[in-house]
């Protein structure tokens, strides 16, 4: 024991080195699919096959290439495609020198050939590429490769490998996905990225039984390889529908929303409505990631019973643009002349940051007055939003018009507002106590959920 103890110690890992191998040691997604069939199909589709293909990283690459003289081409890569980095084949950062399993992104043999990591953020990996796997059994045996178990596969520490971004230059934290997480109650409770991204639980741990290749013995709990965020964008553009429709069931299941109405409120009166988002089932903030390209927003609408318009905000424009006085949940950096910008590779600074944390609740006010001609009663609805991000900027990337970002309806609240004068037995059928009761449904877990083992 004491021997393990320090033979550890006396070896910090050391993250692999560009150049360290060559694409051929790695082994072909082909040939895992073999065996691990239904894991292949639950990958594939996945952000993390697009990793490297990824049309929209395309184009923010060779931007940042750009404007840095090529000085980001191996940081970024190191995370898009890291068999492409540590094999050499980036540069140059048109792709020209890349393998074929390389431009699979983040895929199989890459996770499973991990064997330790150094740290957080940066793509710190260390790699072994070989005869063995490293996974979450200890008890694994396969006619095809021997099987290791790594503790760390199975914890947040080790999508925080990537899933921490930090500007090589200047420090500032760009993508804080995992330091958000380890300072929440999540971290506290146990619930790690896995238990989330490759269950079927989505906002908890919930066991997946199963078989994890052909001729393995039956478990408890195997993983899903469909980890998918709130990208629906790229999985659309790429045309991985299932894909898009488990990011979409992801946004919604999110966050919860309740307005908060009075009954009844005359002409001419003042009226203020409460609305409260909780970002109820994200391990990070609402948004994550790349957080200053997402965009998360609440439309507004007040109108009367003949769908006359009272107030209503957060609407789209003809160009796609949210309109002004909206407020968007997400964080805007500067550059180092402290102006906005959304080319994080020249950020060095953090001008605001209203991203919802996990478990956090913040409370909107919206303030109408009720018209002279108004049709009671009023209607009043509030639809929390999401999109991969702003329509010009893709509209600049790409040609305009070419790609409509998808606008996902993340949670709706509604509620009602009666003439004083109004006889109150006739205000139950639409009654406002019913607006918060859909979200609370969502929230219900009906599987059967079970603390999960660990090795
Ligand atoms: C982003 C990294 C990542 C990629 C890509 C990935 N895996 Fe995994 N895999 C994991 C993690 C993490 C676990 C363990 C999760 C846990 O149990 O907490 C795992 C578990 C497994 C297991 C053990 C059984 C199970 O499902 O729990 C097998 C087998 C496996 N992966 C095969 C594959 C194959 C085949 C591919 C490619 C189609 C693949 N993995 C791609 C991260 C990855
Ligand atoms: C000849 C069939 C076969 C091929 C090919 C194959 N595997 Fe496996 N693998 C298995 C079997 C069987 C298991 C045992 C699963 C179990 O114990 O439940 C396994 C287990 C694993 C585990 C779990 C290891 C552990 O200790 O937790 C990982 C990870 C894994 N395989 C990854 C891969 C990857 C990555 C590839 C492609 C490079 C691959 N496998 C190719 C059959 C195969
Ligand atoms: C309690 C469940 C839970 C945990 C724990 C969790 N997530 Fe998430 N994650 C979600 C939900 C729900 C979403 C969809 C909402 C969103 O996009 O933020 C999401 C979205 C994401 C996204 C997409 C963000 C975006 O908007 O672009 C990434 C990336 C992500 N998670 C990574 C991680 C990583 C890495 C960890 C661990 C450090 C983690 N998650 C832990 C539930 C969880
Ligand atoms: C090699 C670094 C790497 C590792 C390790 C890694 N990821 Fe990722 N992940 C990425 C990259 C890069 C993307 C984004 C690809 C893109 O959008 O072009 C991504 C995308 C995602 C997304 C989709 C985000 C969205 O907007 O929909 C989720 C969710 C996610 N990862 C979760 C995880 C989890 C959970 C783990 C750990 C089990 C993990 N990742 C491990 C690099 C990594
Ligand atoms: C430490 C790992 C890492 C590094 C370094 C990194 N990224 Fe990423 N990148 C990620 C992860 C993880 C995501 C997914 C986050 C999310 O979905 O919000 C991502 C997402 C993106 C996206 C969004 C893609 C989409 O489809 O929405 C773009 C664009 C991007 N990265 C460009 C870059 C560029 C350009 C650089 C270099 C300046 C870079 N990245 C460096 C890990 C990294």
Same mark, same amino acid.
């Given at each position: 024991?004491? $021997?393990?103890?320090? #033979?550890?110690?006396?070896?910090?890992?050391?993250? *692999?080195?560009?150049? =360290?191998?060559? /694409?051929?040691?790695?082994?072909?997604?082909?040939?895992?699919? @073999?065996?691990?069939?239904?894991?292949?199909?639950?990958?594939?589709?996945?952000?993390?096959?697009?990793?490297?293909?990824?049309?929209?990283?395309?184009?923010?690459? =060779?931007?940042?290439? %750009?404007?840095?003289?090529?000085?980001?081409?191996?940081?970024? /890569?190191?995370?898009? *495609?890291?068999?492409?980095?540590?094999?050499?084949?980036?540069?140059?950062?048109?792709?020209?020198? $890349?393998? =074929?399993?390389?431009?699979?992104?983040?895929?199989?043999?890459?996770?499973?050939?991990?064997?330790?990591?150094?740290?957080?953020?940066?793509?710190?990996?260390?790699?072994?590429? +070989?005869?063995?796997?490293?996974?979450?059994?200890?008890?694994?045996?396969?006619?095809?490769?021997?099987?290791?178990?790594?503790?760390?596969?199975?914890?947040?520490?080790?999508?925080? $490998?990537?899933?921490?971004?930090?500007?090589?230059?200047?420090?500032?934290?760009?993508?804080?996905?995992?330091?958000?997480?380890?300072?929440? /109650?999540?971290?506290?409770?146990?619930?790690?990225?896995?238990?989330?991204? $490759?269950?079927?639980?989505?906002?908890?741990?919930?066991?997946?039984?199963?078989?994890?290749?052909?001729?393995?013995? %039956?478990?408890?709990?195997? @993983?899903?390889?469909?980890?998918?965020?709130?990208?629906?964008?790229? *999985?659309?553009?790429?045309?991985?529908?299932?894909?898009?429709?488990?990011?979409?069931?992801?946004?919604?299941?999110? #966050?919860?929303?309740?307005?908060?109405?009075?009954?009844?409120? /005359?002409?001419?009166?003042?009226? #203020?409505?409460?609305?409260?988002?909780?970002?109820?089932?994200?391990?990070?903030?609402?948004?994550?990631?790349?957080?200053?390209?997402?965009?998360?927003?609440?439309?507004?609408?007040?109108?009367?019973?003949?769908?006359?318009?009272?107030?209503?905000?957060?609407?789209?424009?003809?160009?796609?643009?949210?309109?002004?006085?909206?407020?968007?949940?997400?964080?805007?950096?500067?550059? =180092?002349? +402290?102006?906005?910008?959304? %080319?994080?590779?020249?950020?060095?600074?953090?001008?605001?940051?209203?991203?919802?944390?996990?478990?956090?609740?913040?409370?909107?006010?919206?303030?109408?007055?009720?018209?002279?001609?108004?049709?009671?009663?009023?209607?009043?609805?509030?639809?929390? %939003?999401?999109?991969?991000?702003?329509?010009?900027?893709?509209?600049?990337?790409?040609?305009? +018009?070419?790609?409509?970002?998808?606008?996902?309806?993340?949670?709706?609240?509604?509620?009602?507002?009666?003439?004083?004068?109004?006889?109150?037995?006739?205000?139950?059928?639409?009654?406002?106590?019913?607006?918060?009761?859909?979200?609370?449904?969502?929230?219900?877990?009906?599987?059967?959920?079970?603390?999960?083992?660990?090795?």
């Amino acid at each position: 024991m004491t $021997m393990i103890a320090l #033979a550890f110690c006396a070896h910090a890992a050391e993250p *692999t080195a560009p150049g =360290e191998y060559t /694409s051929d040691e790695f082994t072909s997604n082909e040939k895992c699919k @073999s065996c691990h069939a239904i894991t292949h199909i639950e990958w594939e589709g996945t952000m993390h096959s697009y990793a490297y293909t990824d049309p929209f990283y395309q184009k923010e690459v =060779e931007a940042a290439s %750009k404007d840095t003289d090529g000085l980001v081409d191996t940081f970024c /890569s190191r995370c898009h *495609t890291p068999i492409g980095v540590v094999a050499e084949e980036i540069p140059p950062i048109d792709g020209s020198q $890349m393998s =074929e399993i390389a431009k699979t992104g983040v895929n199989c043999d890459f996770c499973h050939t991990i064997s330790e990591s150094a740290g957080i953020g940066n793509g710190v990996f260390t790699l072994s590429p +070989g005869d063995t796997k490293w996974g979450p059994f200890n008890d694994s045996r396969s006619a095809f490769h021997d099987s290791q178990y790594l503790e760390l596969q199975t914890r947040s520490e080790f999508c925080g $490998m990537c899933h921490e971004v930090i500007h090589p230059v200047n420090g500032l934290v760009i993508d804080d996905t995992y330091s958000t997480w380890k300072n929440s /109650s999540y971290a506290d409770e146990d619930v790690d990225c896995q238990d989330c991204h $490759m269950t079927p639980g989505i906002t908890e741990f919930e066991a997946n039984p199963g078989r994890a290749g052909s001729g393995a013995p %039956k478990r408890e709990h195997i @993983s899903q390889h469909s980890i998918v965020g709130g990208n629906v964008f790229i *999985t659309e553009m790429m045309g991985a529908e299932k894909e898009k429709g488990l990011a979409i069931e992801r946004l919604q299941k999110a #966050a919860t929303l309740e307005v908060d109405v009075p009954e009844t409120a /005359s002409v001419g009166e003042n009226v #203020a409505v409460n609305v409260q988002i909780t970002n109820s089932g994200a391990g990070h903030n609402l948004p994550t990631g790349v957080s200053e390209i997402r965009q998360i927003w609440l439309e507004f609408k007040a109108t009367d019973s003949e769908n006359n318009r009272i107030y209503v905000t957060g609407g789209l424009d003809g160009s796609g643009s949210i309109d002004e006085e909206t407020i968007i949940y997400n964080n805007v950096l500067g550059n =180092e002349k +402290g102006n906005e910008t959304i %080319k994080f590779w020249l950020a060095d600074r953090v001008l605001a940051d209203n991203r919802i944390g996990p478990k956090e609740t913040v409370t909107e006010e919206y303030i109408f007055t009720i018209p002279e001609d108004v049709r009671y009663p009023v209607a009043v609805e509030a639809t929390l %939003k999401y999109r991969s991000a702003p329509q010009d900027l893709i509209d600049h990337l790409f040609d305009d +018009g070419v790609h409509e970002v998808p606008v996902v309806d993340m949670v709706k609240s509604s509620g009602t507002i009666y003439d004083p004068e109004s006889d109150p037995e006739s205000r139950t059928e639409n009654a406002p106590g019913f607006a918060g009761l859909s979200a609370i449904a969502a929230f219900i877990a009906i599987a059967q959920l079970f603390k999960r083992k660990r090795n």
